[in-house]
């Protein structure tokens, strides 16, 4: 048993000696979102034949709203180093504050993310308010 | 039964590792490690640890009671062992391969590839539910053919330890001769992949031939990006919701299932809906093919 809880105990001085050094070194780095072709293809891998028509991305390049022909709507956010994205199915949770457009997703874990979209953030507020007709 | 275990040894080769590939990365490519994420995995891999320990003892009761029954009296020579570690990855292979295939066993499995980074600390991103999985049947067989639980433990380890190498970017290509037999760093780069070429491919824990002949096989193809993690990817690094997404996914989903349903979201494969509102790995490259098939003959014409 003391073995054991010593080896516990070792375990947790390593993992804290790895993320103390990860943090240290600033792995992960400052990943933004460079240009709409970049939406486009992380948004086509995240679901494969999504063929984004309309990109709205964030000044600050930490996420973006894309939509295809289908009329569905993909939201990318920074998560760590990468992006992750959920496609939205309907617009109860999102809030418009002049440039700033705040999605989220119905997801606890994923949570919402505020995006600044200058000019295009009432255009894309306005169109999201279909969203749930456009699926239902 | 004796009591060692190699994977206790190797766990400081493991740490160093990972710290001389985080140096590595801080050099070439800072983006290959996310102090979040190894956190994550590494808590993910204690975990795994702990959960090992506390149901260890049922499962070397059920290995030692199926013993009783053996085929075979194989004993201890040198070839026993050498065999012993070739069946055991075979088993691996099947046990890995049902993992992604049925839900039940995936909802275990997914922890070790819910991470979008692929680095020595993903290696360790181990599950905490694999006894609730019950993924041990599939090595259960071995002690009724007649190995000793405690010679099949320790090839167990062996091939767990030999799985932790090649779970780097650091490392391109292998020698020929080794890429045709062996697992790789390509190859598994392939079996982390999510794009729709890769999708459930190279199953392999420590020969590559088991892939080459059930079928399952693909090379690692030169200038396409890879992007690792799961097909939904979490979005998340709560280590809870890493453990049991999956086993909740399932819950949800056998509760809201039209009763005739329900028992399918357990044993298909993940992604499988009875309304087809979700995609399995099969319909994703189905219509990634389709596509390239499209390219090529717009190309033509």
């Known amino acids: 048993m003391t073995t054991e809880l010593l080896k516990l105990a070792g375990s947790l001085a390593a993992i804290l000696l790895i993320f103390l050094v990860a943090l240290k070194l600033r792995l992960g780095g400052d990943i933004r979102l460079r240009s709409e072709a970049e939406a486009r293809e992380l948004a086509d891998h995240a679901v494969c034949g999504f063929d984004a028509v309309d990109v709205a991305l964030d000044r600050a390049g930490i996420g973006a709203l894309l939509r295809d022909r289908q009329g569905r709507v993909m939201l990318l956010r920074r998560h760590g180093a990468h992006f992750a994205s959920r496609l939205l199915d309907g617009h109860a949770d999102t809030r418009l504050d002049h440039n700033f457009l705040t999605i989220g997703t119905g997801e606890r874990r994923f949570g919402s993310v505020t995006l600044d979209l200058g000019a295009e953030a009432q255009v894309w507020a306005s169109s999201l308010r279909h969203l749930g007709s456009v699926h239902a | ?301």
């Open chain 2, 1 to 301: 039964m004796p009591d060692f275990n190699p994977v206790d040894y190797a766990v400081p080769g493991f740490i160093l590792l990972v710290l001389l590939e985080m140096a590595w990365a801080w050099k070439r490519a800072p983006e290959k490690y996310e102090s979040r994420d190894t956190l994550t995995s590494l808590a993910l891999g204690t975990g795994s640890t702990i959960a090992g320990a506390l149901t260890g003892g049922l499962l070397i009761a059920a290995f030692v009671w199926l013993y009783k029954f053996r085929l075979l009296d194989i004993g201890w020579q040198w070839w026993a062992w050498a065999l012993c570690f070739v069946l055991d990855d075979l088993a691996y292979y099947w046990f890995h391969r049902m993992a992604h295939r049925v839900r039940w066993f995936w909802a275990s499995h997914v922890n070790h590839h819910s991470s979008q980074h692929y680095n020595l600390s993903t290696a360790l991103r181990q599950t905490w539910t694999g006894f609730i999985a019950v993924s041990f049947l599939f090595r259960l067989p071995l002690a009724l053919i007649g190995f000793h639980p405690a010679m099949i433990a320790f090839c167990g380890g062996i091939n767990l330890i030999y799985q932790f190498w090649f779970h780097t970017e650091a490392i391109d290509k292998c020698p020929r001769w080794f890429e045709a037999v062996m697992n790789t760093p390509s190859h598994h780069r392939v079996h982390h992949a999510t794009n729709p070429r890769y999708l459930d491919r190279n199953y392999a824990g420590v020969f590559i031939v088991w892939d080459r002949m059930f079928g399952t096989f693909a090379p690692e193809v030169d200038g396409e990006r890879i992007r690792y993690g799961i097909v939904k990817q979490l979005g998340s690094f709560n280590l809870l919701w890493a453990v049991f997404h999956e086993w909740i996914g399932i819950a949800t989903d056998v509760w809201r299932a039209p009763w005739r349903h329900k028992l399918s979201y357990v044993w298909r494969e993940p992604g499988w809906t009875h309304d087809g509102s979700r995609d399995t790995s099969d319909m994703i490259r189905a219509r990634w093919l389709e596509r390239q098939t499209d390219g090529a003959r717009l190309a033509g014409e």
